[in-house]
């Protein structure tokens, strides 16, 4: 398998829909068991302290594992990756100038790397399998 390119957007954070249940009539019971069950669950109201905390340290954690794994595939130093991530978002030449994809083109030009790395012969037809996590949220759009 070979990637073109790497791109990884880390977005995090939680609705309080609290005021939009009201205004609807929408009731939201939970029942949960631990400190940190409700951390996600639990969008009709803020965060406590505690949830806020512990949810910026994933995030952080998030950037930071996919921030060195990313170095580390690209030969460079995690300082030299942190000077291009920070969330930025590059075009693909720009990226490409800076050393983090390693080539430019779509999915036609991944299958035509991938045949050569694999030493399949490019009139070879293959197939591939595009894979889709769903976001609980995808539905409200």
């Given at each position: 398998?070979?990637?073109?390119?790497?791109?990884?957007?880390?977005?995090?954070?939680?609705?309080?829909l609290?005021?939009?249940?009201?205004?609807?009539?929408?009731?939201?019971?939970?029942?949960?068991?631990?400190?940190?069950?409700?951390?996600?669950?639990?969008?009709?109201?803020?965060?406590?302290?505690?949830?806020?905390?512990?949810?910026?340290?994933?995030?952080?954690?998030?950037?930071?594992?996919?921030?060195?794994k990313?170095?580390?595939?690209?030969?460079?130093?995690?300082?030299?990756?942190?000077?291009?991530?920070?969330?930025?978002?590059?075009?693909?030449n720009?990226?490409?100038?800076?050393?983090?994809?390693?080539?430019i083109?779509?999915?036609?030009?991944?299958?035509?790397?991938?045949?050569?790395?694999?030493?399949?012969?490019?009139?070879?037809?293959?197939?591939?399998?595009?894979?889709?996590?769903?976001?609980?949220?995808?539905?409200?759009?």
């Open positions: 398998i070979t990637r073109v390119d790497d791109f990884m957007l880390l977005l995090a954070g939680k609705f309080n609290g005021k939009l249940y009201e205004r609807i009539g929408f009731n939201k019971d939970i029942i949960s068991r631990g400190k940190y069950s409700e951390l996600t669950a639990a969008d009709q109201r803020p965060f406590r302290p505690d949830e806020a905390e512990l949810f910026a340290k994933s995030a952080q954690n998030a950037y930071k594992q996919f921030r060195d990313a170095a580390y595939s690209r030969s460079m130093t995690v300082d030299e990756m942190e000077e291009f991530a920070q969330g930025r978002v590059w075009t693909g720009d990226a490409a100038s800076r050393g983090l994809v390693d080539a083109g779509g999915l036609s030009r991944a299958v035509a790397i991938a045949k050569q790395k694999a030493d399949i012969p490019q009139d070879r037809q293959v197939g591939h399998i595009s894979l889709c996590f769903f976001n609980k949220y995808d539905s409200l759009n």
